[in-house]
C-alpha cells in the first residue's frame, strides 16, 4: 500500500515540479529522488512497515511474491531513470509530466500486483494503460509516434471490452455475485459455461496485454513508434507487472481448474514463440527486432502460467528482472544510437569497446547462455514444465525457438565485433557507462548465483 | 425476466460493437463501437446483478449491488479513455488531416 | 584442489588478459599461464593412484540441487591432460602469428580452456552444461572476429547448430534432473536413474543428448558446420576446436549418456552406430576430394571421430580402453597437423592442395615431422593410434550390444585403406613432386616450430611404444562405464 | 644366447635413429659404416643364436619386453618368439640385407650426403621392421612388422621424391598392402574374438579344438593380408610398380623382406591352414594362378627390373602352392633360395643399370664383354631360377612341385608350364642383356665397365649361394634324411605333418616328375637363348603380345572398376551430396526459417482492421476449440 | 406477456437496431445518433432493472457528455459529410464474418448453460438505487473510488500533455 499512495502523491510532485522549476536537472533529480524513495517504501513495506493502515475491504492483497517483483520493478525503474531520464526530458517539451506519468503507471504497477478483486484489477490495468497511450504518442511531431499512440489506444480500448465481457461473465458465474478471486475460484464447482467464457475472455484480454499470440499484433507497431525511451519501460516494467498480474489472476482464481486451460496456454504459448522468433529474424531495425524479442521472450515467461508451481513462482520473479534488466540496457544503448538498423551497429565494438561488452551481455542473457541470468530464467521455465511431466513437445519447441533467437541476437554482436563500420554514437557520459556496467555485473551475478540472490531476498523477509 | 435473454442481448451487442470495430475506419466511430461494447458489458453487469440479487436477497440485502458499482466505475474509465482518446484522435488529425486508420499504416512488418 | 586449479588458473589469467596492454605481453602471460595449467594437471596425474580421485565439492546451487563439484578420475584425468599439453603447444606452435587485438585473443583462447576444463571434470549436470557453453562462446568469438573471409556466417552457422544441441541437452539434463529421487544434479544421482526410467523414455532421452553429442563431434548428418568452420577460423582455434572440442562431445556420450541411459543406449545403439560408420565412409570419401588442406583434415576428423563414437557404442572394455586412449591420440595427432597446415599457411598464403608442392626439398625437417603426424593419423603401428584404433576395432568386432558387429567391422575397415589414401596423397602433393614458382623460395620451419613438432611426434611414438601406462590409467574408469552399459532390463 | 635376441632388432633400430637423425652432418663413409655395420652386427648375433638352435633340445624361445596391451582380458605382450623358422628367417634377412647394404654403399655413392643417409636409415628401418615382423612372438607384433615394412617400401619406393610417379608407385605399394592389412587386421580381430589372444603358442594350442569354419574364415582373411604383402592376385600389381624405388631396395623387397613376409606368416599359421582345407586349396590356386599369370606378362616386359619383378610375383606363386598343398618346407626352401638367385638378378641388374643408366634392355646388348663378374653371377642366377640342377631353384621348386603333384596333377601340370616360361623370359632377358651386340648410345660404350668391388663382391657372395643353397635340401629319393632343412624345421611342422593327410609318392614317380620339369626347363633355357642372342625382340608387340607387354591391362581395369567409380561417387557426395543435400538441409532450415519471416511479418500490415481481425478470429479459435475440447 | 415483457422486447430491438445503424450508417454524426439512441434504450433497461442511478448516469454522462464529446470532434474535424471512401469490400465482409463468428461461438458456448432457471430481477429490488449504492461505494469502495482518482489525474495531465501546442 505505501507504493501506490507514495507513487501516486510523487507523480502529483511531478506534475508541480514540472510547474515550478523549468530546470531539467531538477526535475530530473526529483524523479530519481522519488523513485529512490519508491523503492526505500516499498522495502519497508516487504518488512511490515506500513505508513497507514486503512481497511482495505480485501480489495488489495499484499503478499511477498508481489512486493518482491514491486521491488524489482522499483529497482529497475530506478536504473532505467539513472540510465534514460535525460532522454526523456528529450522527447518533449513536457518532461514533468512524463515522469508524473510514469509514477502514475508505477501505481498501476503496485496494483496490478497485489489485487484481489477484479475491480483492481482493471483499475490497475487502466492506470497502466491510459498513461501508456499518452507516453506513446509524446513525440507528438512525430507520426509514427502519433499513430503508434493511436493504434495503441484502439486497440487497448478493444480489449478492455474483451476483458470487461470476461469480468462480467465471471461475475455471472460466481455463487454471491462478487468480483474477488476466493469467489470466483469457488465457482468453479459449477464450472457452468459462465465460468468458462470469462475465464477464456480474460485469457485473451491479459494475453493481448503481454503481447502473447495471436494478440500481440499492436506490440511491434507501439513499441516502434513509440519513442524509444518510453518503449524501453512499456517493454520491460510494466510487460513484467502485467505478467505478475497474470500469473496472479490465474494462479488465484482458475489455479485449480488448471487442468481445463492449461491446453489453451499450451497453444498460445506455441504460437507466441514460433510467431515471436520467426518474425524477429528478417527485422532489419534494431529497435523493431526487439519489439518481435519481446513477445518471443514473453512466449517463455508464460511457462509460468501453463505450470503455476514452486519452479515458475521463482522463475517468473528472476525472468522479470533478467529480462527487465538487459532490455533496459539494451534500449539505453540504442537511444544513443543515431542508425537503428543493425548497419548502425558495425563496428561499435572498435570504437567504443565498453558499450559494445555490456551489450553483448545483455543480449547473451537475452538469449539465454549460461552465466547469464537470462539461463536461470529460461532454465526454470523449462524446469517448471518439464516438472509436469507433460508438455515435452512444447519444451522442445521452445528450445529450438530459443536457438533462432540466436540468430537475431547475435546480428547485433556480429555487427558490433566482427564487422567494419563507423557507428554514430551520440555522447556518453561516465555515469552512464558507469551504470550499464552495473547492470551487466548484476546480470552475471544473476547467472552465477540465481539462487543465492532470491534466497538473500526471501529469508530477509519471510 | 430470464437471465438468458439479457445475455444473449447483450452478446449481441457486444458482437455488433466488434463487427463495427471491424468494419469501420473511421477512428472515431471504432471508437465509439468499442463504447458499444462496453454498454454491452454494464447492461449485462447490472442483469447479473439483479440476478446475484434476486437469489441471495434473502441473506443478504446488498446482494448483487458490486455489479451495479463495478458499472459505475466503468463509466468512470470510459469517461477517462474518451478524453485521453479524443485527445489523441485530434492530435492525430492536426498532424495528417485524417482520422482514417487505414492510413496509419507507417508502421508494419 | 587440483581440479579446480585446472578451471581456475586459465579463467583468472583469461579475465586478467584483457586488461594487458600490449599483444606481445599478453602472448607471454598466455603461454605463462597455459604451462602453469600444465604442471598443475601433471602434478594431477602423478598424485593420482586409479583408485582415489580427485574431488572438490562446493556448495553452488544448493536450492537447485546443483553443486559445484568436480573431480579427476582416468577419464577426466587423459582429457584434462590433453587440454593442458594442447595449449602450450597451441600457443608456441602459433607464436609467430600475428593477431589483431592480441591480448582479446589470447584472453579469449585462456576462456575456452577453462570452459574445457570444466567440461572434462565436472561432475554436475548442470555444471557440466554451464562449461559445455562457457568453452564455445570464447570459441564463437575467437573464429568470428579472427577467422577468414567467410567466417561470420561459417561461425554463426556453427554456433546456432552447436547451440540448438545443446539445449535439447539442456532439455534432458532438466528431464532427468526431476526424475531424480533427491533433485539433484549430481552425476551419481543420474548413474543411479537407469533402472527407475523406462525404456521408451530412454529412449527419446538418448536422442536428445545424442544429437548434441552428434552436433559436437560431429557425427554425419549433422557435420556440416565442421569443416566451413576449420576452414574459416584461425588455425589455433581450429585446433581448439579438433583438438579438444570434438572430444566433448565424446566425453558427454561417455559419462553423461551411455552409462545414465543404458536402455536408451542399448536400444538405439546401433542406429546411432549406422550414422557412425555412414559418416566414417562419407567423410573418408569426401576427404578424398579436397583441395585445401584444412578441409581435409576436418573430413578426416570427422572420420576418426566416427570411429570413436562407434567403438562407444560397441560396449567392451577392449573398445572403450581403445576410446580412451584415441581422444588423446586424436587430439595429439591433429594439433599436429594444423601446426603443420599453419605453418604453410603462415609461409605461403595459402592451403590449396594444388598449388602447393615440392616441399619436401625446401623444408625437409617439416616434411619428415608431417609424414610421421600423417603416418599416426593413418594409424600405423608403433604409432599412438594404432594402439588406439587396434583396440576400438577388437572392441566394435567383439561386441555384444549389436548383431552386426562383423559388418560393422569391416566397412569402417575401409576407412583405414581410404585414410592412408587420402593422407598420402596430401603428402605426395604438398611434399613430394617438383617444387614450383609459390614453393621455390620455402624455407624449413623455425627452431621453435620444430620442437614443438618434435614433441608431439616423441608423444606419439611414446605412446605408440608404451601406450600401457594410460591404458592403466583409464581402466577403472572402463570399467565402471562398461559396467554401467551393460545393464540391462 | 637366444634371451639376447632383441639386439637383433635392436642394432638396426640404432642405424636408423643414428642415420635419420643426423643425416646432416654425418660423412658419407661414416653413414655406410653404421648403415651396414649395424645389419652385419644383427646378422652375427643371428648366426650365435643359429648355433644355439642347433643343439639338441632346442626349444621355442619367447623373449617378453614389456606389456604392450593390457586390456581386460585380452594380453599383448611385446615378446620375441625364437625359433627355427624365425632364425631361419633371421639369417636370411640380415644376411641377404647385409649383402644389400654393402651393395648399395657403392651403389647410391652419387646421392648428396643428406639423401644417401636418408637412404641407409630407410633400409635399416626396412630391416628392422621385418625383424619384428619375424621375431613377433604374436599376431600383434607381426602386425607391427607387417605394416612397418610397408611403410619402409612407400618410403623406400618414393625415395626419389622429386619424380611424381615414383611417388604414384610407392603410393599404391603403400595402399595395396593396407587393403591386404585390412584382412589380416580383421583376422586378428576374430582370434581375438575365437581364441582370447593373439599369442601363437595359445592360438595354435586352441585351434584343433575350434570349428573348421571359423578356421577358414581366420586363414583367409589372413591370406587376403598375404596377398598384399605378397603381391598375389589380386593385389600384386604394386610390386611391379615398386620399381620406382633403387634398385638394392628391390633386391631387398624382393629377396629379404617384405614379399616373403605373407609366405613367413603362412608357414607360422601353418597349424591353422592344415586344419582347413578350403582355405589350403584357395592358396594353392591363387598362389598357382599368379605364378602363371605373372609368368605371362614377363614373357613381354621390356624393363629389366619389370621382368624380375614378374618373376618374382610368379616364384611367389610357386611359394604359395608349396603353402597350400602342405609343402611348408619346401615353401620356405624356395624362399630362402628365391632369397639369393633373387637378390642377385637385382643387384645384377643394378650393376647393369649402373653402368648404362638404362633399363630397357632392347638398348642393351653385349654386356658380357664389359661386364664379366656381373654376367657370370647374372647367368648362374638365371639357371637357378630356371631350375636347372644342380642349382638352388631346381631343388626347391622340385620340392614344391612334387606336393603338388601328390595333392593334385594339375597343379604340377600348370607349374610345369610356369616353369617352361619361367626359362624362357629368364633367358629372353639374359640373353637379350648380356648377348648379341651393344645397342646403346656410344657415349654409354665409352663409360661402360665393370662395378666397383663394393658392388661385385655381394654378387659373388650371392652367387655362391645360389649355386650351392640348393643342397641343404637334397630330396629324399637321392638321399635319405639328406634334407638338412626339412629336419632343422620340423619342430615347426610336426604338427602338420601329423594331420597331412596326402598320400607320399613313390620314388619312382618322383624322379619321372623331376625329370618333367628339368626337361621342360632346359627346353625353355635353350629355345630362348637361341632364339634371341644374336636377334633381340625389339618391335613393338602385336596381338596376345601386346596384352602381355600391358600387363593384361589389369591396371587398367582397376582403374575403371575402383578407382574411377570411388573417384566419381567421392566427388559426387563432395560436390552435389554434401553441398545441396546435408549442408542444404541444414541452410534449407535456415533459409525456411528466413523465407517464414519474410512471408509471416506480413501479417504485420499495419492495419488495426487486420489486427482486431486477426485478435477476433483467435478468440474464435480458442472457443472452438474449447467446444470441441468439451465434446 | 406483460408490460415488463413488452418494454423489454422493445427496448432490445430498439438497441440491437441502433447499435446496428451505428456500424452501418455512412455519415459519423448519425452514428452519434444512433449511438446515443441505444443508449437510451439501455437506460430503458436499466430502469427495467430498477438500477435508476446508472439509467441517471448512463444517460448524462454517456449521452449526455461522452456523445456531446464526440459530436464536438465531428463536427470540429467536419466529418460530417460522407467522408468514408470505399473500404477494401473484403475486409468488411470478413469482419461481419468475424464478427458473426464471435457471436456464433459465444451463443454455441453459452447454449447448453443450465441457466433457465436463472432470473435477473425485474421492476424490483432496490440495490440500484443512490442511496444504496452510496453507502457501498464510500465503505467497501471507498479505495477503488480513491484510486479511480490516480485514473483521472492521468487522463488529465495525458489530455493536456497531448493536447496543448507545444
Not at chain 1, 480485501?58 to 518482491?68: A, D, I, P
Not at chain 1, 509514477?103 to 491510459?130: A, H, P, R
Not at chain 3, 620455402?442 to 611404444?465: C, H, S, W
Not at chain 4, 609368368?295 to 602352392?321: C, E
Request: proline letters at 3%; glycine letters at 8%; one cysteine or more.
Amino acid at each position: 500500500m505505501n507504493a501506490i499512495i507514495f507513487s501516486a502523491v510523487w507523480g502529483i510532485v511531478m506534475m508541480f515540479s514540472g510547474v515550478l522549476s523549468n530546470n531539467k536537472k531538477t526535475i530530473q533529480a526529483t524523479a530519481i529522488v522519488g523513485l529512490i524513495l519508491l523503492f526505500i517504501v516499498n522495502l519497508l513495506d516487504l518488512g511490515g512497515n506500513h505508513f497507514i493502515n486503512i481497511d482495505l475491504h480485501n480489495m488489495l492483497y499484499f503478499e511477498t511474491f508481489g512486493l518482491l517483483f514491486n521491488a524489482i520493478a522499483f529497482g529497475a525503474s530506478l536504473l532505467y531513470f539513472l540510465l534514460s531520464s535525460s532522454d526523456i526530458l528529450k522527447v518533449g517539451v513536457n518532461g514533468a509530466e512524463y515522469f508524473a506519468l510514469i509514477f502514475f503507471v508505477l501505481c498501476g504497477v503496485s496494483i496490478v500486483t497485489s489485487f484481489n478483486t477484479l475491480l483492481m484489477l482493471f483499475l490497475g490495468i487502466e492506470i497502466i494503460s491510459i498513461p501508456l497511450y499518452i507516453l506513446t504518442g509524446a513525440d507528438k511531431r512525430d507520426l509514427k509516434s502519433n499513430e503508434a499512440s493511436l493504434k495503441y489506444f484502439l486497440m487497448g480500448a478493444f480489449s478492455t471490452g474483451l476483458m470487461l465481457l470476461g469480468i462480467t461473465f465471471l461475475y455471472g458465474a460466481t455463487a454471491n455475485g462478487s468480483f474477488f478471486l476466493d469467489d470466483i475460484a469457488a465457482a468453479k464447482t459449477s464450472l457452468s459455461p459462465l465460468y468458462i467464457i470469462g475465464l477464456l475472455l480474460l485469457l485473451v484480454s491479459m494475453s493481448f496485454k503481454v503481447s502473447a499470440a495471436p494478440f500481440h499484433f499492436w506490440t511491434p507497431d507501439v513499441y516502434d513508434g513509440a519513442p524509444t525511451v518510453f518503449t524501453s519501460f512499456m517493454a520491460t516494467i510494466v510487460k513484467a507487472a502485467v505478467f505478475i498480474a497474470f500469473i496472479r489472476l490465474f494462479g488465484d482464481a482458475f489455479g485449480d481448474t488448471i487442468q481445463r486451460w492449461q491446453i489453451f496456454v499450451a497453444i498460445i504459448i506455441a504460437a507466441t514463440l514460433f510467431i515471436g522468433n520467426i518474425t524477429a529474424v528478417f527485422q532489419q531495425s534494431v529497435k523493431r527486432m526487439l519489439a518481435y524479442s519481446s513477445i518471443a521472450q514473453a512466449g517463455f515467461m508464460l511457462f509460468a502460467l501453463l505450470t503455476l508451481n514452486t519452479f515458475a513462482k521463482e522463475g517468473i520473479i528472476l525472468y522479470t528482472a533478467a529480462y527487465s534488466i538487459a532490455t533496459i540496457g539494451i534500449f539505453a544503448v540504442l537511444i544513443k544510437m543515431k542508425d537503428y538498423s543493425f548497419e548502425g551497429f558495425n563496428g561499435l565494438a572498435k570504437h567504443h569497446p565498453t558499450i559494445a561488452a555490456v551489450t553483448t551481455i545483455f543480449l547473451l542473457s537475452l538469449a539465454g547462455i549460461p552465466l547469464t541470468a537470462g539461463f536461470f530464467a529460461k532454465y526454470y521455465m523449462l524446469a517448471a514444465a518439464l516438472q509436469t511431466g507433460k508438455f515435452l513437445w512444447l519444451v522442445i519447441f521452445a528450445v529450438l525457438c530459443a536457438a533462432i533467437s540466436v540468430y537475431y541476437y547475435f546480428r547485433i554482436i556480429q555487427a558490433m565485433y566482427f564487422k567494419e563500420g563507423e557507428p554514430q554514437v551520440l555522447e556518453t557520459t561516465l555515469s552512464f557507462r558507469v551504470v550499464l556496467i552495473v547492470l551487466s555485473i548484476i546480470i552475471i551475478l544473476l547467472g552465477i548465483f540465481p539462487q543465492w540472490l532470491i534466497n538473500q531476498i526471501y529469508y530477509l523477509y519471510l | 425476466m430470464p437471465i438468458n435473454y439479457y445475455i444473449f442481448l447483450a452478446v449481441a451487442l457486444f458482437c455488433i460493437g466488434v463487427a463495427g470495430v471491424l468494419t469501420r475506419r473511421n477512428a472515431i466511430i471504432i471508437f465509439m463501437c468499442v463504447e458499444l461494447m462496453l454498454n454491452a458489458v454494464n447492461l449485462l453487469l447490472v442483469a447479473f446483478s439483479k440476478m446475484h440479487h434476486l437469489a441471495l436477497a434473502k441473506v443478504d440485502p446488498n446482494a448483487g449491488i458490486n455489479g451495479q458499482i463495478f458499472v459505475f466505475f466503468i463509466m468512470v474509465v470510459a469517461a477517462a479513455e474518451v478524453s485521453v482518446g479524443l485527445a489523441i484522435i485530434v492530435m492525430m488529425y492536426r498532424n495528417t488531416h485524417s482520422i482514417d486508420v487505414n492510413f496509419l499504416n507507417r508502421l508494419k512488418h | 584442489m587440483i581440479p579446480v586449479l585446472l578451471i581456475l588458473i586459465p579463467l583468472i589469467s583469461g579475465f586478467a588478459g584483457f586488461f594487458i596492454r600490449n599483444g606481445n605481453g599478453a602472448k607471454k602471460w598466455s603461454l605463462f599461464s597455459s604451462v602453469i595449467t600444465l604442471l598443475v594437471s601433471i602434478a594431477g596425474l602423478s598424485i593420482y593412484n586409479g583408485k582415489a580421485y580427485l574431488n572438490f565439492d562446493a556448495e553452488w546451487l544448493t536450492g537447485l540441487g546443483s553443486r559445484f563439484s568436480v573431480s579427476l578420475d582416468g577419464l577426466s584425468q587423459i582429457l584434462s591432460l590433453l587440454t593442458a599439453i594442447s595449449f602450450p603447444v597451441i600457443f608456441i606452435s602459433t607464436y609467430r602469428n600475428e593477431y589483431k587485438n592480441a591480448k582479446n585473443f589470447y584472453a579469449l583462447m585462456l576462456l575456452s580452456q577453462a570452459g574445457l576444463m570444466g567440461v572434462f571434470v565436472a561432475t554436475d549436470a548442470l555444471l557440466f552444461y554451464f562449461f559445455w557453453e562457457l568453452a564455445l562462446i570464447p570459441v564463437y568469438f575467437l573464429s568470428s572476429q579472427w577467422g577468414g573471409e567467410k567466417r561470420i556466417q561459417a561461425t554463426f552457422k556453427f554456433f546456432i547448430y552447436t547451440f540448438t544441441g545443446s539445449l535439447l541437452m539442456l532439455v534432458g539434463i532438466i528431464y532427468l534432473y526431476t526424475q531424480t529421487p533427491n533433485h539433484s544434479f549430481s552425476l551419481d544421482s543420474f548413474y543411479s536413474l537407469h533402472s527407475k526410467i523406462t525404456g521408451a523414455t530412454q529412449g527419446w532421452l538418448f536422442w536428445l543428448f545424442f544429437i548434441a553429442f552428434a552436433i559436437k563431434m560431429p557425427i554425419f548428418p549433422f557435420h556440416t558446420w565442421q569443416p566451413d568452420t576449420y576452414e574459416q577460423s584461425p588455425t589455433a582455434v581450429t585446433m581448439v576446436l579438433s583438438g579438444i572440442m570434438v572430444k566433448m562431445g565424446l566425453f558427454g556420450v561417455i559419462r553423461w549418456l551411455a552409462p545414465v541411459l543404458p536402455i536408451g543406449t542399448w536400444a538405439w545403439g546401433d542406429t546411432a552406430s549406422a550414422l557412425c560408420i555412414i559418416g566414417m565412409i562419407y567423410a573418408s570419401l569426401i576427404a578424398m576430394q579436397q583441395d585445401d588442406l584444412k578441409r581435409l583434415v576436418a573430413y578426416s576428423s570427422i572420420a576418426h571421430i566416427g570411429l570413436m563414437c562407434l567403438a562407444i557404442f560397441a560396449t567392451t572394455k577392449i573398445g572403450m580402453q581403445g576410446v580412451m586412449i584415441q581422444m588423446f591420440n586424436h587430439g595429439i595427432n591433429i594439433i599436429g597437423l594444423w601446426v603443420v597446415v599453419n605453418l604453410i599457411e603462415r609461409q605461403f598464403h595459402t592451403r590449396k592442395i594444388s598449388e602447393l608442392g615440392g616441399l619436401a626439398q625446401k623444408a625437409p625437417a617439416l616434411a619428415i615431422l608431417l609424414v610421421i603426424v600423417a603416418l599416426a593419423n593413418v594409424a600405423l603401428p608403433l604409432t599412438n593410434a594404432f594402439v588406439g584404433e587396434f583396440l576400438m576395432f577388437s572392441g566394435i568386432y567383439n561386441s555384444v550390444a549389436t548383431t552386426y558387429n562383423v559388418v560393422f567391422t569391416v566397412t569402417a575397415g575401409v576407412c583405414i585403406i581410404l585414410s592412408a589414401v587420402y593422407m598420402l596423397n596430401m603428402i605426395q602433393k604438398v611434399f613430394y613432386g617438383n617444387t614450383n614458382e609459390l614453393t621455390q623460395n620455402a624455407k624449413d620451419i623455425y627452431p621453435n616450430e620444430k620442437i614443438i613438432l618434435a614433441v608431439l611426434v616423441i608423444i606419439i611414438i611414446a605412446i605408440g611404444v608404451f601406450p600401457q601406462p594410460i591404458l592403466e590409467l583409464t581402466k577403472n574408469v572402463v570399467d565402471s562405464i562398461v559396467t554401467k552399459m551393460n545393464y540391462k532390463t | 644366447m637366444s634371451k639376447l635376441v632383441y639386439l637383433v632388432p635392436l642394432f638396426p633400430l640404432i642405424g636408423f635413429l643414428i642415420n635419420g637423425l643426423f643425416r646432416k652432418s654425418l660423412s658419407k663413409s661414416l653413414t655406410g659404416i653404421i648403415g651396414c655395420g649395424t645389419i652385419l652386427a644383427s646378422f652375427i648375433v643371428s648366426l650365435t643364436i643359429f648355433s644355439d638352435t642347433r643343439k639338441a633340445g632346442f626349444d621355442t624361445v619367447i623373449v617378453k619386453l614389456f606389456d604392450f596391451i593390457n586390456v581386460d582380458k585380452l594380453q599383448i605382450p611385446f615378446s620375441f618368439q625364437v625359433d627355427q623358422l624365425s632364425i631361419l628367417f633371421l639369417l636370411i634377412i640380415t644376411g641377404v640385407g647385409f649383402l644389400i647394404h654393402l651393395y648399395s654403399t657403392s651403389y647410391m655413392h652419387d646421392e648428396e650426403n643428406e639423401h644417401y643417409a636418408r637412404y641407409f636409415s630407410y633400409l635399416n628401418l626396412f630391416v628392422f621392421s621385418m625383424l619384428i615382423l619375424v621375431l613377433g612372438a604374436n599376431y600383434v607384433i607381426m602386425f607391427i612388422g607387417w605394416e612397418g615394412v610397408g611403410l619402409c617400401s612407400y618410403l623406400l619406393i618414393g625415395y626419389w621424391f622429386k619424380n611424381t610417379q615414383y611417388d604414384d608407385a610407392a603410393k599404391k605399394a603403400f595402399i595395396m598392402n593396407r587393403i591386404g592389412d585390412l584382412g589380416f587386421l580383421i583376422a586378428v580381430f576374430w582370434m581375438i574374438n575365437q581364441f582370447g589372444s593373439v599369442n601363437f603358442a595359445e592360438v595354435f594350442a586352441k585351434a584343433p579344438g575350434t570349428s573348421v569354419g571359423i578356421l577358414t574364415g581366420i586363414t583367409l582373411l589372413l591370406f587376403v593380408g598375404a596377398t598384399g604383402k605378397s603381391a598375389q592376385i589380386p593385389l600384386y600389381t604394386w610390386l611391379p610398380d615398386a620399381m620406382a624405388g633403387p634398385t638394392p631396395v628391390s633386391a631387398l623387397i624382393h629377396a629379404a623382406t617384405m614379399v616373403t613376409a605373407g609366405i613367413y606368416m603362412i608357414a607360422r599359421s601353418n597349424v591353422m591352414y592344415t586344419l582347413s582345407p578350403i582355405s589350403q586349396t584357395v592358396v594353392a590356386i591363387i598362389g598357382l594362378a599368379t605364378a602363371f599369370f605373372a609368368a605371362t606378362i614377363a614373357l613381354k616386359q621390356n624393363d629389366i627390373k619389370k621382368v624380375l619383378a614378374y618373376s618374382t610375383v610368379s616364384q611367389l606363386g610357386y611359394m604359395f602352392l608349396g603353402l597350400g598343398v602342405g609343402a611348408y618346407t619346401g615353401a620356405v626352401f624356395h624362399v630362402m633360395t628365391h632369397a639369393f638367385f633373387k637378390a642377385l638378378l637385382f643387384l645384377g641388374a643394378g650393376s647393369v643399370i649402373h653402368a648404362l643408366h638404362e633399363q630397357d634392355i632392347r638398348k642393351m646388348g653385349a654386356l658380357k664383354k664389359f661386364m664379366p663378374i656381373t654376367h657370370i653371377t647374372f647367368l648362374l642366377a638365371c639357371l637357378a631360377i630356371a631350375g636347372i640342377p644342380p642349382f638352388s631353384g631346381f631343388f626347391s621348386k622340385d620340392e614344391i612341385l612334387a606336393a603338388a603333384y601328390a595333392r593334385n596333377p594339375i597343379y604340377f601340370v600348370v607349374g610345369v608350364i610356369t616353369a617352361l616360361m619361367t626359362a624362357f623370359y629368364m633367358f629372353r632377358l639374359y640373353a637379350t642383356t648380356f648377348l648379341g651386340n651393344f645397342r646403346g648410345t656410344r657415349e654409354q660404350e665409352h663409360h661402360l665397365h665393370e662395378s666397383p668391388s663394393a658392388i661385385t663382391i655381394p654378387l659373388i657372395i650371392l652367387a655362391i649361394l645360389a649355386v650351392i643353397a640348393g643342397f641343404v635340401g637334397i630330396p629324399q629319393v637321392f638321399a635319405k634324411d639328406a634334407h638338412i632343412l626339412h629336419n632343422f624345421l620340423s619342430p615347426i611342422f610336426e604338427k602338420s605333418e601329423s594331420l597331412k593327410q596326402t598320400p607320399e609318392l613313390s620314388n619312382s614317380m618322383e624322379l619321372t616328375l623331376m625329370a618333367i620339369s628339368v626337361a621342360v626347363a632346359l627346353i625353355g633355357t635353350i629355345y630362348a637363348w637361341r632364339k634371341f642372342s644374336n636377334n633381340p625382340e625389339l618391335d613393338e608387340p602385336q596381338g596376345l603380345a601386346k596384352i602381355l607387354s600391358n600387363k593384361w591391362y589389369v591396371d587398367e581395369l582397376y582403374e575403371a572398376m575402383i578407382l574411377r567409380p570411388i573417384n566419381a561417387f567421392g566427388k559426387f557426395l563432395n560436390d552435389v551430396f554434401e553441398k545441396s543435400i546435408v549442408d542444404g538441409i541444414v541452410n534449407g532450415v535456415g533459409r525456411t526459417i528466413q523465407y517464414g519471416s519474410r512471408q509471416l511479418r506480413l501479417l504485420q500490415s499495419g492495419q488495426v482492421g487486420g489486427y482486431v481481425l486477426m485478435m477476433v478470429l483467435g478468440i474464435v479459435i480458442l472457443f472452438v476449440i474449447q467446444i470441441i475440447l468439451k465434446k | 406477456m406483460g408490460t415488463t415483457q413488452i418494454l423489454f422486447w422493445f427496448l432490445s430491438v430498439l438497441a440491437i437496431l441502433s447499435a446496428i445503424m451505428v456500424v452501418v450508417s455512412k455519415n459519423p454524426v448519425h452514428s452519434v445518433l444512433w449511438l446515443i439512441i441505444v443508449f437510451f434504450a439501455i437506460s430503458g433497461h436499466y430502469i427495467l432493472l430498477n438500477a435508476q442511478f446508472l439509467a441517471i448516469v448512463n444517460l448524462i454522462v454517456y449521452a449526455g457528455a461522452i456523445m456531446v464529446l464526440f459530436l464536438f470532434v465531428i463536427m470540429l474535424m467536419n466529418l460530417n459529410a460522407d467522408a468514408e471512401p470505399q473500404k477494401n469490400k473484403w475486409l468488411k465482409i470478413a469482419g461481419v464474418i468475424a464478427g458473426g463468428a464471435l457471436l456464433l461461438v459465444f451463443v454455441a458456448a453459452l447454449k447448453n448453460a443450465d441457466l433457465k432457471n436463472q432470473i435477473a430481477e425485474v421492476n424490483s429490488g432496490d440495490i440500484g438505487l443512490i442511496h444504496n449504492l452510496g453507502i457501498a461505494l464510500f465503505n467497501d469502495y471507498v479505495i477503488p473510488f480513491e484510486i479511480s482518482s490516480v485514473l483521472f489525474l492521468s487522463a488529465m495531465v495525458g489530455a493536456v500533455v497531448i493536447g496543448k501546442k507545444d
